[in-house]
């Protein structure tokens, strides 16, 4: 069920907000509020240790010495974590891993670090989102 309420705002911070959805094409300032409610609440799920689901990116050149296989190792050390992981072959030498995982957030945390770390990826992402238990 939906429920209003009001918000008093200055008025160039109302301003700068509207701004801010025109950016981030939302259609009215309740969507742009909902979302932001919904990412602050998964801030306090990754904080306080809670499930999450991660993504993790990562690019790398495939040429580098053993690499691929270290990339394979590290997720063969989170196997009830992982629950798929796809690789694109970009172009001649670049290649680009995306894996996705579910469990406590310090740990989908670790398991990216230790991935983003290997020497030879040329950029690596976390991205986590709530498994949408706790929210609406
Ligand atoms: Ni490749």
């Given amino acids: 069920m939906l429920k209003r309420f009001s918000i008093s705002l200055e008025e160039d911070l109302l301003e700068k907000f509207d701004y ?3 950016d981030h094409q939302y259609n009215n300032r309740s969507e ?3 979302d932001m409610i919904r990412k602050a609440l998964v801030k306090k799920e990754w ?5 999450v689901m991660g993504v ?3 690019i790398f050149d495939h040429h580098h010495p ?3 296989e270290k990339v394979t190792k590290a997720q063969h050390d989170f ?9 694109v072959h970009m172009d001649h030498n670049n290649c680009m891993e995306v894996i996705i995982a579910r469990g406590k957030s310090r740990e989908i945390q670790e398991l990216a670090n230790k991935l983003i770390a290997l020497r030879g990826i040329r950029d690596g992402n976390l991205a ?3 498994t949408g ?3 609406q």
């Fill in 20 to 22: 801010y959805i025109q």
């Fill in 32 to 34: 742009a509020i909902r």
């Fill in 47 to 51: 904080q306080a240790n809670k499930q």
């Fill in 56 to 58: 993790i990116s990562l």
């Fill in 66 to 68: 053993k690499l691929q």
């Fill in 79 to 87: 196997p009830h974590h992982i629950i798929s992981s796809t690789h």
């Fill in 128 to 130: 986590m989102s709530s």
């Fill in 133 to 135: 238990k706790a929210l």
